[in-house]
């Protein structure tokens, strides 16, 4: 079984600062972990997604995650907010074969302030 | 045009009414799934399909049903719909060959009240 604890609903920075989101995982078996972003009346989209190849992971928009197994964490960071980063923001796992579904974190939202 | 299309795109119904949710892709992906999302809670699966001859339950199945009508379609109803059951719902798809097979690819949701 699997399961993601986001640490903190609502997160707020301001423009041009630093962007932690934090995302902590549980799994059984090997996972693959996913970021998706939801901009507002829109549905979800992959950010970025680890499946076993290199721990630091890019993404779309400059943000990146780091896998991090001594920690069981896949932590989101962009080193520069900008204003159309505001959306809530999903960490999801999936076991890395046989199963594929998904099992979706509580959200985080994110505010950038002027 | 959308890879993933919901319709409706919004729906209000009263207590007791039956409501069906379609879903339609291009992709051409074999796994279809039912998501709904409710305030603080994330995205909880509700059916899952990974190809036309096979339909599982997710963590939340009770009081719907679904109906896989073709490898594009997937169709989430509510028998007799309640209050509880008012959130946006979420349609999604992944391959099952190619190398994003890991990855979802989510309609833009329907938003269901019901009164």
């Known amino acids: 079984a699997q399961s993601v604890t986001q640490l903190g609903s609502h997160v707020s920075v301001s423009e041009g600062a630093l962007v932690l989101l934090r995302c902590n995982y549980s799994?059984?078996?090997?996972?693959?972990l996913f970021w998706y972003v939801q901009y507002p009346n829109q549905g979800l989209q992959l950010l970025l997604k680890?499946?076993?190849?290199?721990?630091l992971v890019k993404g779309i928009n400059g943000f990146e995650a780091e896998f991090k197994k001594s920690e069981t964490s896949f932590h989101l960071t962009k080193p520069s907010a900008h204003m159309r980063d505001a959306a809530e923001y999903f960490c999801a796992v999936s076991a890395r074969w046989g199963n594929e579904k998904l099992t979706f974190g509580t959200g985080t939202r994110l505010t950038i302030i002027p | 045009d959308a890879d993933v299309t919901q319709t409706p795109r919004n729906r209000i119904t009263k207590t007791g009414k039956r409501i069906m949710l379609e879903c339609s892709q291009t992709?051409?992906?074999?796994?279809m799934y039912w998501y709904r999302q409710d305030p603080g809670l994330g995205l909880r699966l509700i059916y899952y399909s990974f190809d036309v001859k096979d339909i599982n339950k997710g963590e939340i199945s009770d009081g719907y049903s679904v109906s896989r009508q073709a490898q594009a379609k997937f169709s989430l109803s509510l028998e007799s719909a309640i209050p509880n059951q008012t959130a946006l719902y979420f349609c999604?798809?992944?391959?099952?060959?190619?190398?994003?097979?890991?990855?979802?690819?989510f309609g833009p949701g329907t938003r269901l009240t019901v009164l």
């Open positions: 999604a798809t992944s391959g099952r060959v190619g190398p994003s097979t890991d990855t979802q690819y």
């Open positions: 799994s059984s078996v090997p996972p693959y």
């Open positions: 992709k051409g992906h074999d796994r």
């Open positions: 680890y499946t076993s190849a290199a721990t």
